[in-house]
């Protein structure tokens, strides 16, 4: 008896000629279903529709065609098993060799501005991923196909084995239809989420924490050369049907982006969100290895670059800098300066792209939403890997308290507001020293926090006078509340919290400084 081959496919890239490689040169006999029978007969191919062979139509505008049991009976069916065996013949069911299914274009329809949730709901596949599922556990008996680009493959196979199928072909295909179809779950339960009806602004059904199970899934980018050394193997992947964040990004010029590239640009995406409000004066910020060298604020973006540069030109070199304002030729011609890796703003003014194109290997990117970041953040730990929400809670000085005598000055809380953002994205113990709006001392990363305040305070030199000093995390001592008092800062913001938070507040009033309690730390490790 020929072999039996079930297509039923979306995608019809490539349909007509394989279907006639299987006919012609392998003798399959092919059932078909909706349009993908449709095609092959308009090719002049010999194929039985579905509802043929069957015996049932297929009903509900097309939701139901393949969901019977002798097409699930054909693909499950155990060649090895005589009860399997038997319940085929006693029913007239047909094995089937190869089932060949791609999917609703689920992804693709939701990508359109437009669409409605009653359209995304009518492109959720349901007889394809069960066929797929179906065939993928039973690959042991047949092959199962999910892509155009497998077809050239499997004939190849076929040629080369004398017309059989290697058992590890089978599975390794099998492999790629349970990828494809969670990839699929995982994009309809995304748009779901995200269709969630709310009241006020909020979901109208309360959440989990977090979530019971997490799924990541991503499409493959671009393979990169390397991870953060030569010897690691690294991928630049996509969530989501829709192209967002750097995925979205365009590239002016530059060398291809590499793995550090990409995590350092989104660090800088990071510290620059803080300064996306329309209120917000241009910002600049030149970041290495993640932590900021120099971030500032100007009367114009060229100024802003300036000031961030200037604050720590030696460790400038090579770094990544992120605007908060689109690149214009003042700047560009700053940027031409020094080397550096990348540039990333909300755009680039053409005068500003002919400046930048001298520096040929610096990569410029323009990413017009540098506000949208990821809602979770992932890292991996042996035997699985944690999920956290994203630290993007709105900063409100609003909410702070003032723990010490002296009181404030406006001047001084615009600027413990800037130094709390930088301070926000500097590895933990995190300490930074600013003056006029722009950092002069950062320390990053210290095993203890007097640490991190003495270098930050030996950055800074001369500039700590008059300066104010923030910390992502409380004083265990009051030790660091002297050593910055003694170092001529005026004001300390930091998030409290401690069992001797007194003890560095009577520090304080002794010597003078202002000190404000925010009652949100912001550790970054």
């Known amino acids: ?28 006999d092919i059932i078909s279903s909706g349009g993908t029978a449709k095609a092959l007969q308009a090719a002049d191919l010999p194929v039985t529709k579905v509802s043929d062979y069957t015996g049932f139509p297929e009903i509900l505008g097309g939701r139901v065609k393949t969901l019977h049991p002798r097409i699930h009976g054909g693909i499950l069916a155990r060649r090895d098993v005589p009860a399997d065996l038997s319940d085929l013949e006693s029913q007239d069911i047909r094995p089937i060799d190869l089932v060949v299914v791609n999917l609703y274009p689920f992804a693709a329809t939701i990508a359109r501005p437009d669409v409605s949730l009653s359209e995304a709901i009518e492109q959720i596949d349901i007889g394809g991923p069960a066929m797929l599922r179906a065939s993928a556990k039973n690959y042991a008996h047949l092959t199962v196909l999910c892509r155009p680009s497998q077809y050239s493959l499997y004939l190849q196979e076929l040629r080369q084995n004398s017309g059989e199928i290697a058992l590890e072909f089978r599975q390794q295909f099998a492999l790629q239809a ?38 990541l899934t ?3 980018l671009q393979s990169l050369r390397y991870g953060e050394n030569p010897h690691q193997s690294a991928a630049w992947y996509q969530t989501g049907a829709i192209a967002s964040g750097w995925a979205a990004a365009t590239k002016l010029q530059g ?5 550090n590239n990409l995590v350092d640009l989104e660090a800088a995406r990071r510290l620059i969100a803080e300064f996306m409000e329309p209120q917000s004066l241009p910002a600049a910020a030149i970041l290495k290895h993640t932590n900021p060298c120099g971030a500032a604020l100007g009367h114009t973006i060229a100024e802003a670059y300036e000031k961030a540069f200037n604050a720590d030109s030696v460790s400038a070199f090579g770094g990544i800098v992120a605007l908060n304002r689109p690149i214009d030729g003042a700047t560009a011609l700053l940027l031409t300066k020094t080397f550096l890796e990348c540039v990333v703003a909300p755009g680039c003014e053409p005068d500003a792209q002919e400046i930048l194109a001298a520096k040929s290997k610096v990569r410029v990117l323009v990413l017009p939403d540098l506000a949208q970041g990821a809602e979770y953040a992932v890292k991996a730990i042996a035997g699985g890997f944690l999920a956290q929400a994203s630290d993007n809670q709105v ?12 009181q404030p000055t406006t001047a001084q809380l615009e600027e413990l507001l800037f130094a709390w953002k930088i301070c ?25 926090r007097v640490g991190s305040v003495k270098i930050a305070l030996e950055q ?22 002297r050593i910055a008092a003694a170092a001529g800062i005026q004001a300390i913001v930091q998030p409290g919290g401690s069992l001797r938070d007194q003890d560095s507040i009577t520090a304080a009033n002794e010597v003078g400084i202002v000190m404000l309690l925010t009652g949100v730390r912001h550790f970054l490790h």
């Open 395 to 406: 900063i409100d000085s609003g909410n702070w308290t003032v723990a010490t005598e002296k």
């Open 460 to 481: 800074a030199g001369a500039k700590a006078a008059a300066a104010i000093l923030a910390s992502d995390g409380f004083f265990p001592f009051d030790d660091s509340v």
């Open 1 to 28: 008896m020929a072999r039996l081959a079930l297509l039923s496919v979306s995608d019809k890239t490539g349909l007509v000629e394989f279907a006639r490689s299987l006919v012609e040169e392998f003798g399959f």
């Open 218 to 220: 991503g499409q493959q």
């Open 178 to 215: 349970f990828q494809h179809t969670g990839d699929y779950d995982q994009a309809i339960s995304t748009y779901l989420a995200e269709q969630s009806p709310t009241q006020n602004g909020e979901q109208s059904v309360e959440a989990p924490d977090l979530f019971p199970n997490f799924t």
């Open 424 to 448: 926000k994205h500097v590895k933990s113990n995190a300490i930074v020293v600013t003056r006029d709006r722009a950092t002069v001392g950062v320390g990053a990363g210290q095993m203890n």
């Open 255 to 259: 060398k291809e982006l590499s793995y």
